[in-house]
């Protein structure tokens, strides 16, 4: 039914298989696809092996996989926890986050009775559990009928019909994402693709995941992120696509000024990726 698809590094992995340890679930797979260029070379084998160790005790109460690779990129890792997954719905996660169970398990009941291709759910507050980690009263519950909302969506909020994507060739574009020069607006383009090839997302009430709302743990935001907004608003009609870059730019930046974010996201709509 549901595979729980984390996106981690060798520097993460084992506090990753931690934070797991504490679940007994054997209703969802959890699929982990660990990046290891940030570990060095003469520890990889080793790293691996106490992997393989820990995964084979939860295996007892858990439907629990770990895929190695030696590349880098969020979206190539995304695309690697499509390529592995055999249920029909995956949730795309970070391995900084924590999971609401209950409200996990109501997320299944909702799956098996959704027609929905994509199901936004929403983010918590780690530090506030009863707070959101952003606004969510522009979201209305049911069909998301304007793409510009698409916009507004983490990955860590999509579950998507893996069948959906797959029959119509969806992937994350690998030129962008956290580990490219673009590390930004990967899933916003995914659904802007699901959209465009037909179909249904919705939203949920549903808050079963949080994540840190401390402005020290946020990245950074740098030229990059404005060249790919730039490129994610030329994928809109001429009507939007101006509004949007004008939008983006009169938002303030303490360090880029007004013209130097226009001209950014100006470039971004013209690059090629």
């Known amino acids: 039914m549901l595979t729980l698809g984390y996106s981690t590094t060798g520097s993460n992995i084992l506090r990753v298989l931690h934070y797991l340890s504490s679940f007994r679930n054997k209703n969802i797979t959890f699929l982990i696809v660990c990046q290891m260029y940030d570990t060095p070379k003469p520890s990889v084998e080793s790293l691996k092996s106490e992997v393989d160790q820990q995964v084979a005790l939860l295996k007892g109460k858990l439907n629990i996989e770990v895929q190695f690779f030696d590349e880098?990129?969020?979206?190539?890792?995304?695309?690697?926890?499509?390529?592995?997954c055999k249920t029909q719905y995956l949730w795309f996660l970070d391995d900084d986050v924590e999971l609401e169970l209950d409200e996990v398990e109501k997320l299944t009941c909702e799956l098996a009775s959704t027609q929905a291709n994509a199901t936004l759910v929403?983010?918590?507050?780690?530090?506030?559990?009863?707070?959101?980690?952003?606004?969510?009263?522009?979201?209305?519950?049911?069909?998301?009928i304007n793409p510009?909302?698409?916009?507004?969506?983490?990955?860590?909020?999509?579950?998507?019909?893996?069948?959906?994507?797959?029959?119509?060739?969806?992937?994350?574009?690998?030129?962008?994402?956290?580990?490219?020069?673009?590390p930004c607006?990967?899933?916003?383009?995914?659904?802007?693709?699901?959209?465009?090839?037909?179909?249904?997302?919705?939203t949920s009430e549903l808050k079963p995941v949080y994540h840190t709302t401390m402005i020290e743990h946020?990245?950074?935001?740098?030229?990059?992120h404005f060249l790919a907004r730039g490129y994610v608003a030329a994928q809109y009609p001429f009507y939007l696509r101006f509004p949007?870059?004008?939008?983006?730019?009169?938002?303030?930046?303490?360090?880029?000024?007004?013209?130097?974010?226009?001209?950014?996201?100006?470039?971004?709509?013209n690059i090629n990726v």
Not at 122 to 144: A, H, M, N, P, T
Not at 218 to 224: F, L, P
């Open 72 to 84: 880098k990129g969020l979206s190539k890792s995304r695309n690697r926890v499509i390529e592995y």
């Open 122 to 144: 929403r983010i918590g507050s780690l530090e506030k559990r009863e707070e959101f980690y952003k606004d969510y009263s522009s979201f209305k519950l049911g069909e998301v």
């Open 148 to 182: 510009l909302l698409l916009l507004r969506a983490s990955s860590i909020e999509m579950v998507v019909d893996v069948n959906f994507l797959k029959l119509n060739s969806i992937r994350f574009n690998e030129s962008l994402g956290l580990g490219t020069s673009y």
């Open 185 to 202: 607006c990967e899933e916003n383009l995914l659904l802007l693709e699901m959209k465009g090839k037909g179909a249904l997302i919705v």
């Open 218 to 224: 946020r990245v950074s935001i740098g030229e990059g």
């Open 244 to 269: 949007l870059i004008f939008r983006w730019a009169t938002r303030s930046h303490h360090s880029f000024h007004l013209f130097e974010r226009l001209r950014l996201l100006i470039a971004g709509a």
